[in-house]
């Protein structure tokens, strides 16, 4: 069974960084797109930021210039740099891997960051 396991979260003030990491195993990392999407309170879960498996970012664009997302194949790892962070980024951010052949989409169980003072 497919296991993403995140990690990182925390306490932040309001301009501090914070670096999150998803562990993926029994799955074929490279084939899938791998994405951060985080849910605050009182709202629906929302696309922070996705890289393919070649390497292709995206951003949502409330984030653009202060996080970056990068994966290492190798290690079946993705992690998200938070840089500059807001309190409106308190959420629990959740790991996704997603593959269109064959479909599949998997969540992990989601660590929370709250940025406040």
């Known amino acids: 069974q497919v296991q993403l396991v995140e990690s990182g979260g925390g306490l932040v003030q309001p301009g501090g960084s914070l670096r999150l990491s998803c562990t993926a195993s029994?799955?074929?990392?490279?084939?899938?797109?791998m994405g951060w999407y985080r849910q605050g309170p009182g709202k629906e879960r929302e696309l922070v930021a996705d890289i393919s498996g070649g390497g292709i970012t995206n951003y949502a664009d409330s984030v653009k210039g202060r996080f970056t997302i990068s994966r290492d194949n190798g290690k079946n790892t993705m992690s998200l740099q938070m840089n500059s962070l807001k309190p409106e980024d308190t959420a629990v951010y959740y790991c996704?891997?997603?593959?269109?052949?064959?479909?599949?989409?998997?969540w992990g169980q989601g660590t929370q960051v709250t940025v406040s003072s």
């Open positions: 996704n891997a997603m593959s269109k052949i064959p479909p599949r989409n998997y």
């Open positions: 029994r799955m074929l990392f490279s084939i899938y797109t």
